[in-house]
């Protein structure tokens, strides 16, 4: 009946279960006392024939407790629809925490519009679970079983009738429910593919429309929402006949038991006031189940969008489980040994050993698919070594605390990400901002006279959708000047100058020389521009390491690395 983690979740707002649990108590007993005090009111002036004036006081009880019971479920009401929200907000925090803080390479192989559909539209569907399914599941047990007793103390027989008709709506619920279900998570999983479709489709609108292929899409995109529109349609069918299925059960228990009732009133088996607050009470016996079964559409799309929730932190957990060591020391040595890497049951890198101490710039080239990327990604924390080892400071790479370790690391990407903020801030990214600093940041990363052209300067608003648009080596810059921010020990550039104009290849090489000096620099490149002061050279060729040293020796040994030099000098 529960989803386990989703009752995990309720359990931990620690009143909301009890809250739950007592809104079922005094609606049973609210609904046997109107019952009641109604059976009183009828009987006294339909059977006894007395006066209005002698149901009185029993009709100032009706409304009175028809007041009260109202008022208690409004304050019962709003507490539990509260913690439903933030229950569902503490599930969204903690999801969102846990992206931003995994790998992220992990982060950037999840499906963008499927995880976006999640943590938007799929998380909106827990409160419905925890706001009417979980209480109404509590109701659909207490609220019978009380009533129940109410009824069995005035007439055994009647008791007995709702406990065996009882079972009747569970049953047909539950034979629904799987098919509710499996048409549900068929529609949910429609829905995730027209998300990614859709936000993968505009991502790349501008290549689509340089192709001439955007009105296939546009055709793709409505072949898909009409397989949605139908499998919504599937599951809106299966709702109503639930309920139409549901009503007529609860009808015939119903006459059931008021046939029983009625033979028995007229040959004298049973009194009226007996039978006329059974009668009342039989309805309510049987709604809530009732609806349950109604309630129990709203709380699939909940489950399935905790399991998929669930999946997202599973593929985002890291898979060791030893106590992870901080990195609480500056970088001063990496050492690989005998490091290999399979993709796709492709060897990517194999059998690499080296070493790189503090200060050194080491230039990593070599073809396409040789091996830069991944032993990049490696050293990055993104990918963990199959075989081989990685140390930092002598500490197993896969032992280091890797949020902690990214204290220490900064990145420059091939395609680094702007975010819709101020310049000033993008650079900065949260850090106390000291105005000697910034500027001297500003300068190094050649910003100075890039803000100087806008009307607020570093305060300019830049990113996608923005007044301002900034090409591809700007972004670069800016990237730049968060390496230099950040002050980290070790700094990784993945290809920063793979389509930059001359300008700022030259800014990331005076960078290198001059204010990265005293730091640790892995630059994987094939530019000459880009490696012309690095200390050593690695050269890889499909996923080995061919040539290992100083470009001076490099030069004179005239392999591989030569031959790469040779050929870009002709080419200028």
């Known amino acids: 009946m529960f989803n386990k983690r989703l009752l995990k979740e309720g359990v931990l707002k620690k009143l ?30 339909f059977i006894k024939k007395l006066g209005v004036q002698s149901i009185k006081n029993y009709t100032i009880m009706f409304l009175a407790n028809a007041a009260l019971k109202s008022f208690v479920n409004f304050i019962i009401e709003g507490y539990i629809k ?55 599941a509590f109701a659909s047990f207490l ?75 546009e055709e793709k995109v409505f072949q898909i929402s009409e397989e949605y529109r139908k499998s919504t349609m599937d599951v809106l069918k299966i709702s109503f006949l639930s309920a139409l299925v549901l009503e007529l059960s609860a009808t015939i228990s119903t006459a059931v038991l008021a046939v029983n009732l009625g033979l028995r009133l007229v040959y004298s088996k049973i009194s009226f006031l007996n039978a006329f607050f059974i009668l009342i009470l039989a309805p309510e016996f049987y709604i809530p189940m009732r609806q349950l079964g109604m309630k129990f559409h709203a709380s699939l799309n909940g489950q399935v969008a905790i399991e998929k929730i669930q999946a997202i932190e599973d593929s985002l957990k890291d898979d060791n ?89 900064s990145i420059v990407p091939q395609f680094p990400h702007i975010f819709n903020m101020s310049i000033e801030d993008n650079v900065s990214l949260g850090k106390d901002k000291e105005l000697d600093r910034l500027s001297y940041i500003y300068e190094a990363a050649n910003i100075k006279d890039f803000a100087a052209q806008f009307e607020y300067k570093y305060d300019a608003l830049i990113g996608d959708g923005e007044k301002i ?53 892995l630059i994987a490149a094939h530019r000459l521009n880009t490696i012309k002061n690095a200390d050593k050279i690695m050269v890889l060729k499909q996923g080995r390491i061919v040539e290992f040293g100083s470009p ?21």
């Open 16 to 45: 909301y279960i009890p809250a739950a649990v007592l809104s079922s108590i005094l609606n049973s007993a609210f609904t046997i006392l109107n019952a009641y005090l109604l059976a009183l009111i009828v009987d006294s002036i």
């Open 321 to 409: 489980s030893d106590e992870m060591l901080q990195m609480n020391e500056n970088i001063i040595d990496i050492n690989v040994n005998n490091l290999s890497f399979s993709h796709d049951e492709k060897e990517t890198l194999n059998n690499l050993t080296f070493e790189i101490h503090k200060g050194e710039k080491v230039a990593i080239v070599g073809e396409s698919g040789s091996g830069k990327t991944t032993l990049v990604n490696i050293l990055s924390g993104f990918l963990k070594p199959q075989n081989g080892m990685v140390f930092i400071n002598g500490i197993d790479i896969n032992k280091i605390d890797l949020k902690s370790y990214f204290s220490r690391l």
């Open 143 to 217: 609220i019978p079983l009380i009533i129940c007793i109410a009824a069995a103390s005035r007439d055994m027989l009647s008791a007995a009738i709702m406990l065996i008709t009882y079972p009747i709506i569970p049953f047909f619920m539950r034979l629904i429910g799987y098919k509710s279900k499996e048409v549900n998570e068929r529609q949910w999983k429609k829905l995730s593919i027209l998300s990614s479709h859709f936000i993968e489709m505009l991502q790349g609108l501008s290549t689509l429309k340089l192709f001439g292929r955007s009105n296939l899409q």
């Open 552 to 572: 001076e020796t490099l030069m004179q040994h005239k392999g591989m690395y030569y031959e790469m030099i040779t050929s870009m000098e002709g080419q200028l």
């Open 469 to 521: 648009e900034i090409s591809g080596g700007e972004k670069q810059r800016i990237a730049a000047a968060r390496v230099l921010a950040k002050d980290s020990d070790l700094v990784i550039l993945d290809e920063p100058t793979s389509a930059l104009d001359s300008e700022t290849e030259e800014m990331l090489s005076n960078m290198l020389r001059d204010s990265l000096k005293e730091k640790t620099v």
């Open 82 to 136: 509260n913690c439903s929200e933030d229950i569902k907000e503490g599930i969204r925090r903690r999801t969102f925490s846990l992206i931003l803080s995994s790998n992220p390479y992990k982060v950037k192989n999840q499906k963008l519009g499927e995880t976006i559909n999640i943590l938007t539209d799929g998380i909106e569907n827990i409160t419905p679970y925890f706001s009417q399914y979980i209480p109404q």
